[in-house]
């Protein structure tokens, strides 16, 4: 029996190689969509990772510190140091923002997450862990470790706020929920860089409180001076960090901090579904209806091709029936058609996405599983986008291979 596909394919193999191509390039791109957001996801869970802890007590009745602000005392974690089952508990401090390369023949502006640790070392909540260049922050004020990704060196000199910072250290894949890479300095330069108001705020403020006549009692020697000295402190952070005992349940340790401190506390699953189901949730909704589409649109061109390479082969397949070949040999060899171009696009379509996701600004998480997925799909749906040349050649009659 004669092999129509192959025939077809071997007589106009550069337009359909050329098709081929061109739609690998469509699935290149929903499958980069998809590892889109599954770089999102493991961005999240890296976040997660990366601070070390097993319970964040944020400001109660907030989704804090990644989903939503989030102020508490920075004196907050001493007691919770002493609740049962507590192993270590530390003070920390997110702000994304610019931060600006100052040094160097190329300033530069670097978006980043800026985290406030306190200068204890590896193993402690919130401290990167590991580096693979330089050390860890040992001094309380203007040194900084910052990812890679930043494109920052070793001995670069970066601006947070009004302050300048050397980099001492470089870690790898200390990243936000956004994908931001991260830039941690001590604590007290984090809380000014994130509470303290700007100079001329102050004055402004010190002036403002200085007209209230309830802070100018003569009764009350020194009040006005300990209101205005108190507006220049910082003692907010945005949450506390907490390691656990081992063994120890997360659920039952978090209790008496919510009880006793009149704080929300989250746990590991807790703060996952946050920043999944919550923060992300909007983007990977978006980036779903991307793939619905792009899945429309990769349907609607395998179906015009493969209707457009039967259409021009009305007189074979007349020939085909003319000679008693059964419908459903012609509907197979249509549909062999499609599935071959569907194979050679999703095969130009990984190799392209390979390619061009470490180029990408975020993290592009190409997993096997969804290339699994995408096979199947690429496969169903040129099977069903071949269906309409099926009804065109089946309509076919066989006395056009004798006509005209």
Same mark, same amino acid.
């Given at each position: 029996m004669i092999s129509l596909a192959g025939r077809d394919i071997l007589h106009s193999w550069g337009k359909f190689v050329f098709t081929g191509v061109g739609l690998g390039l469509l699935i290149g791109v929903t499958l980069t969509m998809a590892g889109v957001y599954r770089g999102m996801v493991d961005d999240a869970k890296v976040l997660l990772d990366n601070s070390r802890a097993d319970l964040?007590?944020?400001?109660?009745?907030?989704?804090?510190?990644? #989903?939503?602000?989030?102020?508490?005392?920075?004196?907050?974690?001493?007691g919770i140091l002493g609740m049962p089952g507590v192993a270590r508990a530390a003070n920390i401090t997110y702000l994304t923002m610019q931060v600006r390369l100052t040094g160097g023949?190329?300033?530069?502006?670097?978006? *980043?997450?800026?985290?406030?640790?306190?200068?204890?070392?590896?193993?402690?909540?919130?401290?990167?862990?590991?580096?693979? =260049?330089?050390?860890?922050?040992?001094?309380?004020?203007?040194? =900084?470790? =910052?990812?890679? #990704?930043?494109?920052? #060196?070793?001995?670069?000199r970066i601006r947070i706020r009004r302050n300048e910072y050397t980099v001492v250290g470089l870690t790898r894949r200390m990243v936000s929920s956004g994908g931001d890479p991260m830039v941690f300095i001590p604590l007290k330069d984090a809380q000014e860089a994130q509470f303290l108001k700007d100079n001329d705020a102050i004055v402004r403020q010190r002036a403002r409180t200085a007209q209230n006549p309830m802070l100018n009692r003569p009764g009350v020697p020194g009040l006005l001076d300990a209101v205005i000295a108190s507006q220049s402190t910082n003692a907010s952070v945005n949450a506390v960090l907490v390691q656990i005992e081992p063994g120890a349940d997360p659920d039952v340790v978090a209790e008496p901090i919510r009880r006793w401190k009149r704080l929300t506390v989250y746990t590991r699953a807790q703060m996952e579904d946050i920043l999944i189901a919550k923060l992300i949730a909007t983007s990977a909704k978006q980036i779903g209806m991307f793939l619905v589409i792009l899945a429309i649109v990769s349907a609607a061109i395998v179906a015009f091709i493969i209707y457009t390479?039967?259409?021009?082969?009305?007189?074979?397949? #007349?020939?085909?029936?003319?000679?008693?070949?059964?419908?459903?040999?012609? *509907?197979? $060899?249509? $549909?062999?058609?499609?599935v071959g171009l569907g194979l050679i696009g999703f095969v130009v379509g990984k190799i392209a996405a390979t390619a061009w996701a470490p180029f990408f600004p975020k993290y592009v998480l190409l997993e096997p599983g969804d290339a699994l997925r995408g096979f199947v799909a690429v496969v169903v749906i040129c099977v069903l986008a071949s269906f309409l040349a099926i009804r065109a050649a089946l309509k076919v009659d066989p006395a056009e291979a004798i006509g005209g």
């Open positions: 964040w007590v944020v400001q109660q009745d907030t989704l804090g510190p990644y #989903a939503e602000p989030s102020s508490i005392y920075d004196d907050t974690y001493r023949s190329n300033p530069r502006d670097v978006r *980043a997450m800026v985290v406030g640790v306190t200068p204890d070392g590896p193993g402690h909540p919130g401290q990167p862990g590991y580096l693979i =260049a330089g050390r860890h922050i040992t001094r309380g004020h203007y040194e =900084a470790v =910052a990812d890679i #990704a930043t494109k920052f #060196a070793l001995g670069d390479l039967t259409l021009g082969k009305i007189r074979e397949i #007349a020939v085909l029936k003319l000679i008693g070949t059964k419908n459903r040999t012609i *509907a197979a $060899m249509i $549909m062999q058609q499609a």
